[in-house]
């Protein structure tokens, strides 16, 4: 099965090899799609999270990897932390001892080896071993003795530090002076946390031999959860286990990364350690690669939520696709349409996948009085592209044959010579004119100008409707006298309208005369050519809008003449009136 994205469809998983990679991190990176060596930085940081990551890069590590990183920490511990009511006094820590009544004093005093501190007047007092909450009513007792009638206050100054050793699957091994206010995850900064072989999930504070609590760092990372971190004490063990199985979560996730299984987690329980999916995600499936599969079940897709439940196993990878570049059914799809011109609400509206263009119509309020249905202009993005790309190989092939055509005429004479000269800078403006030209995307609807309606035509997405109002000129442009718009008149013909404009001039081709409808299509003096006709537009009755372009003549034996004509080219690839001024 091949698995669809990126990463899946690069490599076949069912010929990768896991000793390829240096380790699991390394093989989901390579999963992911990362490549590695255009960043040194991002290859070491596998091995190393404090080194830079190239921002380029997806920054896929090993979940909890960011909590031992960075400036922080090695920090000094923090000593204004509030000390708590079970704090046990030791050597080294300092008492600040306040008495006001009938006695006033203020001291400072240090707890000695011997675990006691010394008062003016008062003498020696054994306070090792004293919880701080109990530290008022030891000292007031002793110093009860000596005077009367006075009220006592006690806080902790400077305090000691204490040595742990951290132990195990650590980054920095080895006994580890920190504050006596110290917590497991404190030491765990101080010693860089777990190694690549490390737990996260498995940390052990061992006091006289004996586990006194275990400490989950998902706990923390994932809940906020610091209720099982504990004050470490002197001469306390961390030990750090080995890392459990491991599986890598890739894809359209929130936080793609590698996660540490405990016993009995699930699929679901990696995606919310994964931060659940995008908004963008498809949430009905997973892939999940096996590394420990060497056939063609290596890759499974995952069908969400039934396999929501489903258990995995160490060296797994788990992928989420995203919804983006994935195009649904047309018939799935809601159509998004632009209508404009003659109608009661101009605007852009989403319609149904069923959905043709007198929906559209009556979305946008119906036609108004002045619509002018037969010179309804519909354009299609996906046609558009089409036309283009024919249109540009059209015109490559235009330019093979005009090169051909120079090539294998001979000129006989000076003058032969210099028209063909004149022929060929003839041909490469006509081509480049054509080049600035682009279709637009018309669909010529076909309407029927005595019984004007728009078709049952179902739209696409980014489809435009453009109804005009009614036209009253009739254009006349090309090689004639006076080329301009003139007034329509019903029942007029197309002649009457090149007689006003003066008629072809001598040198226009009178046989190729066209007339551009408003409703895009055309209708050609070749068209009309046959036993019974004299291959003129001659009753041809005009219509409002009507376009009629007259062309030069051009040499019979060209390429242009015998077999891309002008009405060929306006008409495969929906220039329109444009195209006319642009070529004219």
Do not use: C
């Amino acid at each position: 099965m091949q698995a669809p994205g990126q990463g899946f469809s690069q490599t076949p998983l069912e010929r990768v090899q896991p000793y390829q990679f240096d380790d699991f991190e390394r093989y989901v990176r390579k999963m992911a799609g990362i490549d590695e060596s255009r960043s040194a930085a991002s290859a070491s940081a596998l091995r190393d999270p404090a080194a830079a990551i190239d921002p380029a890069q997806p920054d896929i590590r090993r979940f909890g990897a960011d909590l031992m990183t960075g400036p922080q920490t090695m920090a000094a511990p923090d000593y204004g932390a509030l000390v708590p009511a079970d704090y046990v006094v030791a050597a080294g820590d300092e008492l600040l001892i306040t008495l006001w009544g009938s006695v006033d004093a203020d001291m400072r005093a240090t707890v000695d080896r011997s675990g006691r501190i010394s008062l003016p007047r008062v003498g020696s007092i054994m306070v090792a071993g004293t919880r701080y909450a109990d530290l008022p009513d030891v000292i007031g007792r002793r110093v009860g003795q000596v005077f009367k009638n006075f009220q006592i206050s006690v806080g902790l100054g400077q305090l000691r530090s204490v040595r742990v050793y951290v132990t195990g699957f650590a980054k920095r091994p080895g006994a580890h002076f920190v504050a006596s206010l110290s917590t497991i995850v404190n030491v765990l900064m101080r010693s860089g946390g777990p190694s690549s072989a490390g737990s996260f999930r498995h940390v052990e504070l061992r006091r006289g031999g004996q586990a006194v609590a275990t400490f989950d760092l998902y706990d923390l990372l994932l809940k906020g959860d610091k209720s099982a971190d504990r004050i470490v004490q002197a001469e306390d063990v961390l030990y750090i286990g080995p890392v459990g199985p491991q599986v890598g979560m890739i894809g359209s996730i929130n936080k793609p990364a590698v996660f540490e299984l405990k016993p009995g987690e699930t699929v679901q329980d990696v995606l919310n350690m994964a931060g659940g999916f995008t908004a963008v995600a498809d949430r009905t499936r997973l892939t999940i690669e096996r590394l420990s599969e060497r056939d063609d079940k290596r890759i499974v897709q995952l069908h969400l939520p039934e396999a929501a439940n489903q258990t995995l196993a160490s060296g797994d990878v788990l992928r989420a696709f995203s919804n983006v570049d994935t195009r649904l059914s047309a018939q799935l799809q809601n159509k998004r349409i632009r209508v404009e011109g003659e109608v009661g609400r101009p605007g852009e509206y989403v319609l149904p996948a069923d959905s043709t263009l007198a929906d559209a119509l009556r979305v946008a309020g119906g036609l108004t009085p002045l619509a002018y249905v037969f010179g309804t202009e519909f354009t299609r993005e996906s046609v558009r592209a089409r036309q283009q790309e024919n249109y540009e190989r059209a015109l490559r092939d235009l330019e093979v044959e005009f090169a051909k055509a120079a090539y294998t005429r001979k000129a006989l004479s000076a003058d032969e010579a210099a028209a063909q000269a004149a022929a060929g800078t003839g041909s490469s403006v006509l081509i480049q004119r054509l080049r600035e030209v682009r279709p637009n995307g018309r669909v010529v609807l076909q309407i029927d100008a005595a019984a004007p309606e728009i078709p049952p035509l179902v739209v696409e997405d980014g489809d435009r409707l453009y109804v005009p109002a009614r036209p009253n000129t009739v254009g006349v442009f090309g090689s004639v006298f006076n080329g301009g718009n003139y007034l329509f008149a019903q029942g007029r013909f197309v002649d009457d309208f090149l007689k006003l404009a003066g008629g072809p001039t001598r040198g226009a081709d009178a046989d190729s005369v066209f007339v551009l409808r408003a409703n895009g299509s055309v209708v050609s003096a070749r068209q009309r050519s046959g036993w019974l006709s004299s291959g003129t537009l001659a009753g041809v009755v005009a219509q409002p809008g009507d376009t009629i372009f007259v062309p030069e003549e051009v040499g019979k034996t060209t390429f242009v003449q015998n077999a891309k004509e002008w009405t060929q080219i306006l008409a495969q690839f929906g220039l329109g009136v444009a195209a006319i001024h642009s070529l004219k």
